[in-house]
Each structure stands twice: as structure tokens, then as C-alpha cells.
């Protein structure tokens, strides 16, 4: 999750969206129209989130079923119409290469990232939102739809996954499945792609080592100045809270994901003021409130998704925090926001 200074970015369409819609038989137009945007938001060369997240959400009504629409998509593009970050993973050397570099430059893109994770006979890749707000299930369809349909165009294989994890319903599960070539499963605690590990190491036909010479550095130079403008102690809580769920956040981790050693990342840290401890710390406390302010999630749930196995451990976590339990201090969260805010804004995230 980003902290509030980063809400505001503005996000770049592929320069081949609109021309996929078209190619489907969905007029840019109709779209605006739908997500009740003016007609000059195609052309824009950035949209806010709210924006984004309106436009997929468009789409999907127009298109009908959601899983039609999610392979639809995934599908059309032509590699050609594929904006620099995406060409970059085509043209890697391999299907680890190409995922790694994915999910590197999907920093460029906010509001999704993706975590990748190798283990035993899988590799996993789960998608995750930078903001309190999660994206249409569309567009998390089709972002778990693309990992997989690159795979296919880079080794020029059928590749099929192992298992498919929804968070909330997709349409006609039968139509992912015949796509995925796997069991979908949906209601699941995150939305998560699992490989077959031994995927990622099939060389990608389309490689060129020239052409990513020219791309790579102009990106790497790219994410560097996005990445300059944030403290490193809201990149740390940022790589924490979409990591708590796996447990405890590493130092060791943190720091690799921010290509400095733990030793940088720990001067860094005491440089701003602060450590990595009093950051989980916080970390965990923000994205407590955050999960306890959704009524739908049960208290033995927010501890999971924070990164304790055990309930009474987070019950006296968060006393320490607020003085209170997480039962009483969600009771009074509810309870004053349904009187100052009206019943509808009552499950609203802060």
C-alpha cells in the first residue's frame, strides 16, 4: 500500500488499449460514456485511479460475461502495440526473466504490483493493489490472464497453469478454466497465478538482446526517478504491508527488493529517523485498521492478514496499539461512522 502522497499518481493506458476495444467491437465512445467520463478522456495520455479503475469497469459492462471479456482482452493485443515496459518482457531471455521484469516495471504502472515466488514445483505470482482500494475483477483477471499469455507468445509453447485463485467472482468459471487449463478457484484470500516452476526456465523465441539493450536502461532510469521521489520509509511500509501476510517481513528481503544490502537500507532508515522494527510496527498497525474497518473480514482473518498465526498474539498487539481490543475498537469505528457518514460509507477503508 502507498501511503496518501502517492494516491493522486496518474497511470498511463497501454497506447494499444483503445485499439483491442475496437478490435472487440467496443467503441473507446461507449466507454467514456459508461464510466460517465468526458469523451476526451481517450485521449488523455494519463487518467487518476479512480478514473482507471472506472474505464475497466466500463469495459466489463459493455463486454457482458467477465471471464469472456478477461481472455477477449488478454488475447488481442498485438505484441507490436506493446508499450516499452511490456516489451521488455516479451523480448526476454527466458519466462523467469520476462515475469521478473514484469513485475519490475508494473512499479512504472501503479495501482497493481505482482510478487513472485518460487517454490518446490510452483512459482506463484500474486497480484496486489499499491492503494486501500482493490481494482474490478476484470482487470485482475486480465492482468493474471497477460503473465500466462506471454509465456505462450515468448516460448511459442501452450502453456497451462497449475492453479488460478480469485479473491471475488469472474463470470463463467468453465471459459477461465478452458483457458487457464487449470482448476479456478474462486472466493479465494488473494487473486494468485501458480506456474509450473519448471515453465520459467523455456527460452523465449522472441529474444532480443539488442533491442533490450536500448529498453532496459531507459526504464531502469525511469523507475529510479519515480522511486527517488519516495522516502525509503514509505517504500519499506509500502513492500511491508503487501508482504505481511507471508508472515514477518526480512530485512534481507526488503532491502533486495530495493537493490540495496540490509546494512544501506538499515543507515537509510536512521538517516529519516526511524528503523525497520518501529515499521512493521506501523505498518501493522495501519493495515489492521484498515482490515478492521471492512465488517466482511473476522478478526481471526485481519490477524492472518497481517502476519499472525495467533489471534490472542494480535489481540495483544493491538492493545498496545490503541489502548483497546479489535473487536471494541472496530465497534466504535462502525459505529461512529455510520452516524457521521450515513449507512453507505460505513465499510468505507481509511
Not at 249 to 272: F, H, N, Y
Request: hydrophobic share 35%; charged share 25%.
Amino acid at each position: 500500500m502507498k501511503s496518501k502522497s502517492h494516491t493522486s499518481e496518474r497511470i498511463k493506458f497501454p497506447a494499444g488499449f483503445w485499439t483491442g476495444l475496437h478490435q472487440l467491437g467496443i467503441a473507446a465512445d461507449d466507454v467514456a460514456r459508461k464510466a460517465q467520463l468526458p469523451l476526451t478522456i481517450i485521449t488523455e495520455p494519463a487518467v487518476t485511479i479512480a478514473q482507471y479503475f472506472a474505464i475497466w469497469q466500463a469495459y466489463s459492462d459493455l463486454v457482458g460475461d467477465t471471464a469472456d471479456g478477461i481472455i477477449k482482452l488478454a488475447t488481442v493485443f498485438e505484441t507490436g502495440k506493446y508499450p516499452p515496459s511490456v516489451l521488455a518482457t516479451y523480448h526476454a531471455r527466458d519466462y523467469r526473466d520476462a515475469l521478473h521484469r514484469m513485475a519490475r516495471y508494473k512499479q512504472l504502472c501503479p495501482p497493481e504490483s505482482l510478487r513472485i515466488t518460487e517454490e518446490g514445483d510452483d512459482c506463484s505470482i500474486e497480484l496486489e493493489w499499491s492503494n486501500e482500494q482493490p481494482g474490478p475483477s476484470l482487470l485482475v483477471g486480465v492482468t493474471l490472464a497477460f503473465l500466462l499469455e506471454l509465456g505462450r507468445r515468448g516460448t511459442g509453447q501452450p502453456l497451462t497453469a497449475r492453479l488460478v485463485e480469485f479473491s471475488h467472482t469472474m463470470g463463467d468459471v468453465h471459459t477461465l478454466e478452458t483457458y487457464f487449463c487449470c482448476p479456478i478457484r474462486i472466493g479465494a484470500t488473494c487473486n494468485r497465478l501458480t506456474l509450473h516452476r519448471t515453465d520459467l526456465d523455456r527460452p523465449f523465441l522472441s529474444y532480443n538482446e539488442e533491442l533490450l539493450e536500448i529498453l532496459t536502461p531507459a526504464l531502469d532510469r525511469s523507475l529510479d526517478e519515480q522511486q527517488g521521489s519516495r522516502s525509503i520509509t514509505d517504500m519499506v511500509k509500502w513492500i511491508m504491508k503487501r508482504s505481511l501476510t507471508g508472515g514477518r517481513p526480512d530485512i534481507q528481503v526488503v532491502a533486495k527488493e530495493l537493490g540495496m544490502s540490509d546494512r544501506t537500507l538499515q543507515r537509510r532508515l536512521t538517516e529519516e529517523n526511524t528503523s525497520f522494527k518501529h515499521l512493521l510496527t506501523q505498518a501493522r498497525n495501519e493495515q489492521a485498521r484498515a482490515y478492521l474497518a471492512d465488517p466482511t473480514l473476522d478478526i481471526k482473518e485481519v490477524a492472518f492478514l497481517i502476519g499472525y498465526e495467533d489471534q490472542n498474539s494480535f489481540y495483544r498487539a493491538f492493545r498496545s496499539w490503541e489502548g483497546d481490543t479489535p473487536t471494541n475498537w472496530r465497534t466504535e469505528y462502525l459505529g461512529t461512522n455510520t452516524l457521521s457518514e450515513g449507512p453507505s460509507d460505513s465499510s468505507t477503508l481509511h
